[in-house]
């Protein structure tokens, strides 16, 4: 079975290509680089002894996402990741985001709205909750009001695909992802930002090796018991389980509803400070790093309630926090040696 990985290349995308090429799936990558590498292919290729086919594509040229379609007529599902991904960044450079990952999005979906059967599996985020009022959160918390354009496509790219949905014959998972973070176990695949990491844990690892002079951490006086915001950090390995999982749910046609909804996460919360004391035991290094004014559209706390993934698709996450930066940290080692 043939399956498209839209952003096959980046970070959440490659570790999902390995676990499709483990499970027998056929799979087609497109990426336009723009924050991957094409040398990824290598370590997939390390992993699962498959290079994946590649086609090097910007998805904001609407004749090109045509030409795909039609080269690739028997794509039997599609997970798209290929999105621009930080909050800071859309904040200052909202245009992009908003070209980027909405324009993408409807040109898939009127590609896939011309087939019979289609399968959608969409990258979202649990942003989409803005601050929600009580935690855990749950797939039936309300979605607030976007705090960053970034948040806002998310919200609008689920609105598309929900509309879409209704009149055509396409059928899609929503996976709201908490915080991906870690390196797949083999260290032939992990994150690979271009530029200043707009994430925390690549910045504390590029801290760690040397390559920043230390890790500014966004505000202390959050309502929270060491005042730094709160996050679930779930295992990139996990995460991309999970894709395979939806994927297959609806291949098989056991969705419920055309448009389903799962958060993905690991259900605890760890603040900024705990994320650095997991990094300083795991590395056995002191990390160095500064306490500065709060960043805009940064939310106090926000971590899962994963008991509808973990019920009604049979997965749950099984990497710790230490397991996860402890990867990510031999994947930094590696990559700077």
Known sequence: ?????TGGLGFIGSH????????????????NLSNSSEDVLKGIEAITGKKP???????REKASVQDFFKKHADVSGVIHFAASKAVGESVGNPLLYYENNISALVYILQELEKKENANFIFSSSCTVYGQAETMPINEDSAVQPAMSPYGNTKQIGEEIISDVAKISGIN?????????????PSIEIGELPIGVPQNLVPFITQTGIGLRKELLVYGNNYPTPDGTCIRDYIHVVDLAKAHVVALQRLLNKKNVEKVETFNLGTGVGSSVLEVINAF????????AYQIVDRREGDVTLAYADTTKANEVLGWKTQSTLEQAMESAWKWEQKIRS
């Open 1 to 5: 079975m043939k399956i498209l990985v």
């Open 16 to 31: 999902t290509v390995v676990e499709l090429q483990n499970e027998g799936f056929e799979v087609i990558v497109i990426d």
């Open 53 to 59: 086919l590649f086609e090097k594509l910007d998805l």
């Open 172 to 184: 899609a998972i929503l996976l709201r992802y908490f915080n991906p973070i870690g390196a797949h």
């Open 280 to 287: 300083e035991k795991v590395s056995g290094q002191k990390l």
